[in-house]
């Protein structure tokens, strides 16, 4: 198989779950982890005649979603109702948004190392989850095999955002890249903790290939529920080359959904594809279209902060893209733009950002003081620890300077390497780990106090 004859094309469904302090559809409190059944009402157990009234606040985060992806805000948006059987379902249908979404088309600009490109996004609507099936007893834990099933109806009726990408994306970097900028861009909106490990953050992931320069799609596998960044790439990838290798061989590649086994590192069957028909979508009797004001929406819009893509835009300039992305979608980059405005030079900041724990925002100018006076590296390391948790003193680490001067350091290395003429032997072998040795040694004996990084260079260069 070619590579490079094909490409992927990639769509995701990201579905998030709202921060709200209750259910889309009832007054029951969400809670994470509480105890099973025990958030629940006529509403949300489908009790007959028991009415659903939206919840404001999640209109309003799908809103602001909208706006941060700059999708064109409905203004006559329609539930409706999307039937479907399963115990975790008690109404038949989950409310839903088909026709007329709350967010209508709009676009993500992803930052890659050729510039930015242009991700489409197709909708972003609001919808309620379903309830949580827990199958148990049995040997695997899992619904093959298991004794009973129960259900658990705490999740049902929490407000759920899905926000689906055009299939625009043409890697599993290029997918996972957008996955986590978009998590991020979710998180800084505060509109959802976005966890795939709780549960509040998962995808859906619709991968094809096509041949370079080919127009149209082929068709598509659909892997559901994913929940793990990780896995999530790997589906990717073994999706791509599953079917680079049916396509090659004329196999034929069947339109359907799969679940991906990490184990194997395969795809295999899961079901046929449900054609939306089969949901036989319909308008919600129950509920009035929303239908927000322009007030509203220029009310939200002055909400929405400055975007992770935006920040790494303007600090790529200054650290290179792959370490402005890392920051940003680490929520790190405080800390480098925190260090910088107190002289650090760019690189260093970024540098320490990647690597440091969190310090206190007003601990930057101690810390830049700290950084660049080449203070001992156990200095710097209880520095940076103590900086996490409350106010810092500089001057108490400033005295502690390395000896960063060569003049003093030679004659320290020299006696170091003169009485280790065993090791000499073995570094000039080629076993270059050694050289750790020597600089342990000088540190020894120079009490901690040597600028690690200039010994680690100086015994390197009278090695030869
Ligand atoms: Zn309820």
Same mark, same amino acid.
């Given at each position: 198989? #070619?590579? *490079?004859?094909?490409?992927?094309?990639?769509g995701l469904e990201v579905h998030a779950h709202l921060k709200?302090?209750? =259910?889309?559809?009832?007054?029951?409190? @969400?809670?994470?982890?509480?105890?099973?059944?025990?958030?629940?009402?006529?509403?949300?157990?489908?009790?007959?005649?028991?009415?659903?009234?939206?919840?404001?606040?999640?209109?309003?985060?799908?809103?602001?979603?909208?706006? /941060?992806?700059?999708?064109?805000?409905?203004?006559?948006? +329609?539930?409706?109702?999307?039937?479907?059987?399963?115990?975790?379902?008690?109404?038949?249908?989950?409310?839903?948004?088909?026709?007329a979404p709350l967010c209508g088309p709009g676009r993500f600009?992803?930052p890659t190392e050729d510039g930015e490109r242009e991700i489409?996004?197709?909708?972003?609507?609001?919808?309620?989850?379903?309830?949580?099936?827990?199958?148990?007893?049995?040997? %695997?834990?899992? *619904?093959?095999?298991?004794?009973?099933?129960?259900?658990?109806?705490?999740?049902?009726?929490?407000?759920?955002?899905?926000?689906?990408?055009?299939?625009?994306?043409?890697?599993?970097?290029?997918?996972?890249?957008?996955?986590?900028?978009?998590?991020?861009?979710?998180?800084?909106?505060?509109?959802?903790?976005?966890?795939?490990?709780?549960?509040?953050?998962? /995808?859906?992931?619709?991968?094809?290939?096509?041949?370079?320069?080919?127009?149209?799609?082929?068709?598509?596998?659909?892997?559901?529920?994913?929940?793990?960044?990780?896995?999530?790439?790997?589906?990717?990838?073994?999706?791509?080359?599953?079917?680079?290798?049916?396509?090659?061989?004329?196999?034929?590649?069947?339109?359907?959904?799969?679940?991906?086994?990490? #184990?194997?590192?395969?795809?295999?069957?899961?079901?046929?594809?449900?054609?939306?028909?089969?949901?036989?979508?319909?308008?919600?009797?129950? &509920?009035?279209?929303?239908?927000?004001?322009?007030?509203?929406?220029?009310?939200?819009?002055?909400?929405?902060?400055?975007?992770?893509?935006?920040?790494?835009?303007?600090?790529?300039? =200054?650290?290179?893209?792959? *370490?402005?992305?890392? &920051?940003?979608?680490?929520?790190?980059?405080?800390? !480098?733009?925190?260090?910088?405005?107190?002289?650090?030079?760019?690189?260093?900041?970024?540098?320490?950002?990647?690597?440091?724990?969190?310090?206190?925002?007003?601990?930057?100018? !101690?810390?830049?003081?700290?950084?660049?006076?080449?203070? %001992?590296?156990?200095?710097?390391?209880?520095?940076?620890?103590? !900086?996490?948790?409350?106010?810092?003193?500089?001057?108490?680490?400033?005295?502690?300077?390395?000896?960063?001067?060569?003049?003093?350091?030679?004659?320290?290395?020299?006696?170091?390497?003169?009485?280790?003429?065993?090791?000499?032997?073995?570094?000039?072998?080629? =076993?270059?780990?050694? @050289?750790?040795?020597?600089?342990?040694?000088?540190?020894?004996?120079?009490?901690?106090?040597?600028?690690? =990084?200039? +010994?680690?260079?100086?015994?390197?260069?009278?090695?030869?």
């Amino acid at each position: 198989m #070619d590579r *490079s004859e094909w490409e992927a094309v990639v769509g995701l469904e990201v579905h998030a779950h709202l921060k709200t302090r209750t =259910k889309m559809f009832c007054r029951c409190e @969400l809670e994470y982890g509480g105890a099973e059944n025990t958030h629940t009402c006529p509403v949300c157990l489908a009790h007959p005649g028991a009415l659903p009234v939206p919840n404001a606040r999640a209109i309003e985060m799908t809103i602001l979603l909208g706006l /941060a992806l700059e999708c064109e805000i409905s203004e006559r948006a +329609v539930f409706a109702r999307k039937n479907y059987f399963y115990p975790d379902l008690p109404k038949g249908y989950q409310i839903s948004q088909y026709e007329a979404p709350l967010c209508g088309p709009g676009r993500f600009l992803l930052p890659t190392e050729d510039g930015e490109r242009e991700i489409g996004i197709v909708r972003a609507h609001l919808e309620e989850d379903a309830a949580k099936t827990v199958h148990a007893g049995g040997a %695997t834990g899992r *619904s093959i095999g298991a004794e009973y099933s129960l259900v658990d109806f705490n999740r049902g009726g929490t407000p759920l955002l899905e926000i689906v990408s055009a299939p625009d994306l043409r890697s599993a970097d290029e997918a996972m890249s957008f996955l986590r900028l978009l998590r991020q861009t979710i998180r800084e909106l505060g509109i959802s903790d976005a966890d795939m490990e709780k549960g509040t953050l998962r /995808a859906d992931v619709n991968v094809s290939v096509r041949r370079a320069g080919e127009e149209g799609f082929r068709p598509r596998w659909e892997i559901k529920n994913m929940n793990s960044f990780r896995f999530v790439g790997r589906a990717i990838e073994a999706a791509f080359r599953q079917q680079v290798e049916a396509h090659e061989s004329g196999e034929e590649v069947v339109q359907s959904t799969y679940d991906y086994d990490p #184990d194997t590192d395969r795809l295999t069957v899961h079901r046929s594809k449900e054609e939306a028909d089969d949901y036989r979508y319909f308008p919600e009797p129950d &509920l009035v279209p929303v239908e927000p004001s322009a007030e509203l929406v220029e009310r939200l819009r002055g909400e929405v902060p400055e975007s992770p893509v935006e920040r790494i835009r303007r600090l790529s300039g =200054k650290l290179g893209l792959a *370490s402005a992305a890392e &920051l940003v979608t680490t929520g790190n980059e405080w800390k !480098a733009e925190a260090l910088a405005a107190e002289g650090v030079d760019w690189k260093t900041a970024g540098a320490i950002a990647m690597n440091r724990d969190d310090f206190l925002p007003e601990n930057a100018g !101690a810390l830049a003081r700290i950084v660049q006076a080449n203070v %001992t590296r156990e200095a710097l390391d209880e520095a940076f620890a103590a !900086a996490a948790v409350g106010p810092i003193d500089a001057a108490e680490y400033l005295s502690r300077t390395a000896l960063g001067d060569e003049a003093t350091l030679a004659p320290v290395i020299d006696a170091v390497i003169a009485a280790h003429p065993d090791q000499v032997e073995t570094y000039r072998g080629g =076993k270059e780990g050694v @050289l750790g040795f020597f600089v342990g040694q000088v540190m020894r004996e120079t009490q901690g106090k040597a600028d690690a =990084k200039l +010994v680690s260079e100086l015994v390197r260069s009278k090695l030869g």
